[in-house]
C-alpha cells in the first residue's frame, strides 16, 4: 500500500521539541496494552463460543492521540488563538467515544442528523459543533443555525437556502452560527481515488479552479458580511501530507484575498479538514500531528500568526490505532492445498478490507484459545469470515502462526471506519463493543461502549412489525 508512508518533504524532528510525540516504545507499549486486552477479554466472558466477535477501543491510546493532537498545534499557533479540534463523527460514530475524545477537549464534525444527534448526546455543545454534510436539507440548516452550530455550505445552492432562512421571517435577528463555504482546491488526488476530495471533479465544496469559481466566492463574502469562515478538506487515506499542506495553502491564499477585498478582517477562522493518513502496517504514528503542524507552519506560517482562528476535523488518524476486532476462530480447513481459518469476522466488519483488499490490507494478529499471543512456524493461510460469498477474506495468503479451531485472529487499526460501520450481510450482528484500561493493580478493566445486537433486534429491523405486509396487497391480475 503506497498510502500510507506520505510524509513528502517532512523531516523528523528538525530540533523542534518532540515532547508531544509518542517516545521510543510507544509502539511496544500500543501492542502490549492490546494483547493484555484481548487475554482478559477472553478471561472476563467478552469473547466466548457463544460470542465469537467483538470490538475493543484503547482508552488510554485515545486520550494520548487527543493529547498529541492538542500538543502538535499548540506547539505552533501564536498564544491566545482560537483552535477547535472537531472530531469527524463519522470515523468512529460511537457516543461514548465521542464523550471521551469531548472529555479530552475536543469538539465534533459532523454529516448527518444522525452524527448530530450523535454528538449531541455525548454532549458536545454547539460552540464545538460543525456541520459539514454535502446534502443538508432546509430542516437541517434551520436547526443548526437556530443552535448556533458552525455550518460550511458546500456549494452556491446550498448558500441560496441559507439566505432564504437568514431572510425568512422567523429567523433570529442576530446569526449566532459561523457560516463559512468550503472550497475545493483542486490539487489533486491521492492513492485513493474514493477518498481523494480535492479531484478536479470531486463532488466536494466550490471547484476554485473552475471558470469564474473563484470571482464567485470572493463575491459571495463581499455580499454577505456574516459568512466569517473558509473551509477546506483535501482528502482521507492515501493522500499525502505535501498534498494536504498544498490545498490548506490555497485555501489561505484564498482567506486573504477575500479580506483585503473587504478591507477587514471578514474570514476569521479557518477550517483545515481532516485527512491525516494511518500507517496500517505498523503501531507507528507516521506521519504524526505534529510533523503535519510542523509542515503546515513552514508552508503556510500566516495561518499561525494569530490572525485566524483555526479548526481541524480528524477521524481516523485520532481513532483507527487504538481499535481492534477480536473473533473466534470456528473452523478450519485446507482448500487447493492452502489453510483457510473460518472465523466470525469478516465482510460486516471490515467491509472496504474484504471488497478493496488491495487498497485497505489490515494487519492480523494470531492468539490462541485463552487469548494468549501464538507463536509457532508461519504458514502461509487465508483468514475468513462468516459470510456468504466467495470474497469475504479478512486477509488473503497471511503467514500465520497457524491457526485451530477456537483460537482468536484480530484484525488491527480498526478503530475507524471498521467495527462501527456495520454491513448488515447475512443479517450478521453488529458486535459489541468495549473500552478498556489498565485497572491500577496489573489487570484490564473494559466499560460497554455498545451491545452486542440481538438477534430480534435484527428481525425488528428487517420489517417484522410488517410481516403481512406485502401479502395482504391486492393480487393484481396475472397475465
Ligand atoms: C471524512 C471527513 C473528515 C475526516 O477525515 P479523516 O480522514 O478521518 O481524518 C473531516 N472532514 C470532512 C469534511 C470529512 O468528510
Same mark, same amino acid.
Given at each position: 500500500m503506497d498510502g500510507t508512508g506520505g510524509t513528502d518533504g517532512v523531516d523528523g524532528t528538525d530540533g523542534v521539541d518532540v515532547t508531544d510525540e509518542r517516545g521510543a516504545g510507544a509502539a511496544e507499549a500500543v501492542a502490549a496494552r492490546r494483547d493484555a486486552a484481548v487475554a482478559a477479554a477472553v478471561a472476563q466472558g467478552l469473547l466466548s463460543p457463544d460470542r465469537p466477535l467483538v470490538g475493543l477501543l484503547d482508552v488510554t491510546g485515545i486520550r494520548a492521540s487527543a493529547a498529541a493532537l492538542h500538543a502538535a498545534f499548540a506547539g505552533v499557533v501564536t498564544p491566545g488563538t482560537p483552535v477547535l479540534h472537531a472530531f469527524?463523527?463519522?470515523a468512529t460514530p460511537l457516543v461514548p467515544a465521542v464523550r471521551l475524545l469531548h472529555a479530552e477537549g475536543l469538539g465534533a464534525e459532523v454529516a448527518s442528523p444522525g452524527e448530530l444527534a450523535l454528538a449531541r448526546a455525548a454532549g458536545v455543545p454547539p460552540e464545538a459543533t460543525v456541520l459539514d454534510s454535502p446534502a443538508k436539507t432546509p430542516a437541517e440548516l434551520r436547526e443548526a443555525l437556530a443552535l448556533g452550530i458552525a455550518v460550511n455550505a458546500d456549494n452556491p445552492q446550498e448558500l441560496a437556502r441559507v439566505d432564504a432562512l437568514l431572510a425568512?421571517?422567523?429567523?433570529?435577528?442576530?446569526?449566532r452560527a459561523p457560516v463559512g463555504i468550503r472550497v475545493n482546491p483542486q490539487v489533486g488526488g491521492g492513492s485513493i481515488g474514493a477518498l481523494s476530495?480535492?479531484?478536479?471533479?470531486?463532488?466536494?465544496?466550490?471547484?476554485?479552479? $473552475?471558470?469564474g469559481a473563484r470571482a464567485w466566492v470572493v463575491r459571495a463574502y463581499a455580499e454577505r458580511p456574516w459568512l466569517t469562515r473558509l473551509h477546506t478538506h483535501t482528502g482521507s487515506q492515501g493522500i499525502p501530507l505535501a498534498l494536504m499542506v498544498r490545498g490548506v495553502a490555497e485555501t489561505y491564499a484564498l482567506a486573504e484575498e477575500i479580506n483585503a477585498r473587504a478591507g477587514r478582517?471578514?474570514? $476569521?477562522?479557518?477550517?483545515?479538514?481532516?485527512?491525516?493518513?494511518? $500507517?496500517?502496517?505498523?503501531?507507528? $504514528?507516521?506521519?504524526t500531528f505534529a510533523q503535519y503542524a510542523r509542515a503546515l507552519r513552514a508552508a503556510v506560517p500566516g495561518l499561525f500568526d494569530g490572525r485566524y482562528g483555526l479548526v481541524t476535523e480528524f477521524g481516523r488518524s485520532l481513532l483507527a490505532r487504538h481499535g481492534t476486532v477480536v473473533a473466534r476462530v470456528e473452523y478450519t480447513k485446507r482448500a487447493g492445498g492452502r489453510p483457510v481459518a473460518v472465523t466470525h469476522a469478516g465482510v460486516q466488519i471490515a467491509t472496504r478490507t474484504v471488497y478493496a483488499p488491495d487498497a485497505w490490507p489490515l494487519r492480523i494478529a494470531a492468539y490462541d484459545a485463552e487469548g494468549r499471543p501464538k507463536a509457532g512456524p508461519r504458514v502461509v493461510q487465508d483468514v475468513a469470515g462468516p459470510a456468504c460469498f466467495a470474497g469475504d477474506l479478512l486477509a488473503e495468503a497471511r503467514a500465520l502462526p497457524p491457526l485451530e479451531p477456537g483460537d482468536h485472529v484480530a484484525a488491527l487499526d480498526t478503530g475507524a471506519y471498521f467495527f462501527a460501520h456495520h454491513y448488515g450481510y447475512n443479517s450478521l450482528p453488529r458486535p459489541g463493543i468495549h473500552g478498556f484500561a489498565p485497572d491500577g493493580t496489573g489487570g484490564v478493566v473494559f466499560a460497554t461502549v455498545r451491545d452486542a445486537q440481538t438477534v430480534k433486534s435484527i428481525v425488528a429491523e428487517s420489517g417484522g412489525a410488517h410481516a403481512a405486509g406485502l401479502t395482504t396487497l391486492p393480487p393484481g391480475t396475472r397475465r
Open positions: 469527524a463523527v463519522k425568512s421571517p422567523g429567523a433570529p435577528a442576530v446569526l476530495t480535492a479531484t478536479a471533479t470531486s463532488k466536494f465544496g466550490v471547484a476554485l479552479r $473552475d471558470e478582517r471578514q474570514v $476569521d477562522t479557518l477550517d483545515i479538514g481532516g485527512g491525516l493518513p494511518v $500507517d496500517f502496517s505498523s503501531d507507528t $504514528d507516521r506521519p
